[in-house]
């Protein structure tokens, strides 16, 4: 079994001021893989749609060939490559498909991004190791819950963006040993918890190659209120109180920053940047009211979610 | 068939509960809506099985959860627990012959896993139900996790959130302004309206009709 494959923890968590966050994209391609480990990220993460995970088709490679030759130019560039693997795996097409997942690992994967817990248990009872990332569609919303995935194997968690960080702070605990990992809040928010949502959405859509194609999407758009009084949107934090969060998690310890892929590379480019700007600062030391301040300057104008799923590729 | 009334934090006028063997406290969707003090034994004072409804937890909902629960089992006012969040699950093996139920929202999980991990899950945590308003995860719960379906009705679980949508914010704390403010929303994009309750929308009259075979249909009392 190759080193990567074997590996089950990455650099302990470090919540010294200017600790420096793993950077983590999603990427749908041999070349944007390449475009981002060379910029700044030293983890990417990858689907193919053969194996279950949350996100349209065209967010996935194409191909098993083209993944594989990414496993190889990270091992190269002595960075990471996960795979994304954070769905349920249904129960007709589970033997193949966890089979699938633990010979990608045996070829190189550095860890795999899951969901499903009967997956862990596939993994362990046949002796098989890798790093096991939770996904925030895996419901993990507090430190005794933490506990219940780090027993059966987990060693990451995406934490969900649903959770302030004095929320989660007990999650932080270096006694658990886990890496944390979050979203630039400010650049990228769900309304609705992700997996708990089935309201029409980006999510569900297929090859959007149109906006006008693109039906409504309900956490987008105006509600009309039943009781008379005008209409409703859903709500989310604004961007000052989400910068805030992305401040505070940092310092709170947080070890991984992820951009999520999306099936427009144009979109998820800027992301990348932007993110990647918001993290530097951080790991300068600037104060909460300077991040503040520059912060609402990056993320202005971020809020694309619906742009996301037109689907681009560069 | 068992007959249960949803009756949140508080509890509801005697009427309300003519003709009921169960009533289900608490909330699946906010966890601020833990019972008030007295309510759990008034509820067994008019002669109920008490089921108690919980949602995603922070640590401080878990820390308070825990305490409520412990102590409606000293004081026997406790038959059944619903559960939406793993770290209460593994909280709640210290009490034995507790009931304990499949929440809608883990439910989303518990339908869709192999079927035989599943049900070695659901066994060797003591799941003996599950809650369900939409018949293919009904169908799927029976047939994978192999538990008995609690049905609610009339309405349909669509998105959840943990940011409260009435108030604004996350705190453990709250008004409680969502109280008797079941918000109807609707646009022309939506083939239905939704109805927003705690910090849920919901489908309105989607889960009017159970499905055969459900051993507790439980419906939503006011004031939610």
């Known amino acids: 079994m190759p080193a990567a494959a074997k590996k089950t923890s990455l650099a302990p968590v470090n919540s010294k001021p200017g600790h420096r966050m793993r950077v983590l994209v999603g990427v749908r391609t041999y070349n944007e893989a390449e475009f981002y480990l060379t910029r700044g990220a030293d983890e ?220 427009n590379g144009e979109e998820v480019k800027e992301l990348f940047y932007k993110s990647l700007l918001l993290t530097r600062l951080l790991e300068k030391g600037v104060s909460r009211e300077a991040f503040a301040h520059e912060g609402l300057k990056i993320v202005s104008s971020a809020q694309n979610y619906g742009k996301r799923y037109i689907v681009k590729r560069y | 068939m068992e007959k249960a009334l949803l009756t949140g934090r508080c509890a509801p006028e005697p009427a309300a509960l003519k003709g009921l063997r169960w009533a289900v406290a608490g909330s699946e969707f906010c966890q601020n809506r833990l019972p008030g003090p007295g309510v759990l034994k008034e509820l067994r004072l008019r002669g109920l099985k008490i089921s108690l409804a919980t949602s995603l937890l922070t640590d401080e909902g878990l820390a308070a959860a825990d305490k409520f629960i412990a102590a409606a089992r000293r004081g026997g006012l406790l038959d059944e627990v619903i559960v939406n969040d793993w770290g209460l699950l593994a909280r709640l093996k210290k009490y034995r012959g507790l009931r304990l139920s499949i929440g809608r929202l883990l439910a989303t999980e518990l339908s869709l896993t192999e079927r035989a991990w599943t049900r070695r899950f659901v066994k060797e945590h003591g799941f003996v139900s599950a809650e369900a308003d939409e018949p293919d995860l009904a169908r799927r719960l029976r047939e994978r996790a192999g538990v008995k379906i609690s049905w609610h009705l009339p309405h349909a679980f669509k998105a959840v959130t943990t940011y409260c949508p009435f108030e604004r914010h996350f705190k453990a704390a709250c008004g409680f302004s969502c109280e008797g403010r079941p918000l109807k929303l609707s646009n022309p994009h939506l083939k239905q309206p939704l109805l927003l309750v705690e910090k849920a929308y919901l489908t309105p009259g989607a889960s009017a009709r159970p499905p055969a075979g459900a051993w507790r249909l439980v419906v939503r009392g006011g004031p939610i």
């Open chain 1, 44 to 263: 990417v993460y990858c689907g193919l749609p053969s194996i279950p995970n949350h996100g349209v088709k065209a967010e996935n490679f194409a191909s098993e060939a083209e993944l594989l030759a990414t496993i190889d130019l990270a091992r190269r560039l002595k960075k990471q490559a996960f795979l994304v693997a954070n769905d349920v795996f249904p129960g007709e097409v589970f033997p193949k498909t966890a089979a699938a997942v633990a010979a990608l690992v045996e070829r190189g994967m550095s860890g795999v991004i899951i969901r499903d817990l009967a997956l862990l248990e596939y993994f362990k009872k046949r002796g098989l190791k890798t790093y096991f990332t939770l996904s925030t569609l895996g419901l993990c919303f507090n430190r005794e819950a933490l506990k219940f995935f780090r027993e059966r194997g987990v060693s990451r968690i995406v934490l969900p963006q649903h959770l302030t960080p004095a929320e989660a702070r007990p999650m932080f605990d270096r006694k658990l040993g886990m890496d944390i990992e979050v979203f630039c809040l400010p650049l990228f928010y769900e309304v609705n918890i992700n997996s708990l949502c089935s309201l029409s959405c980006p999510c569900s859509q297929e090859a959007v190659t149109d906006v006008k194609d693109q039906r409504a999407y309900t956490c987008l758009t105006a509600l009309k209120r039943g009781d008379g009084a005008g209409s409703y949107a859903m709500p989310m934090p604004g961007s000052k109180a989400l910068l805030n969060y992305f401040y505070d998690f940092y310092h709170l310890g947080a070890s991984c920053m992820k951009v999520a892929r999306g099936p």
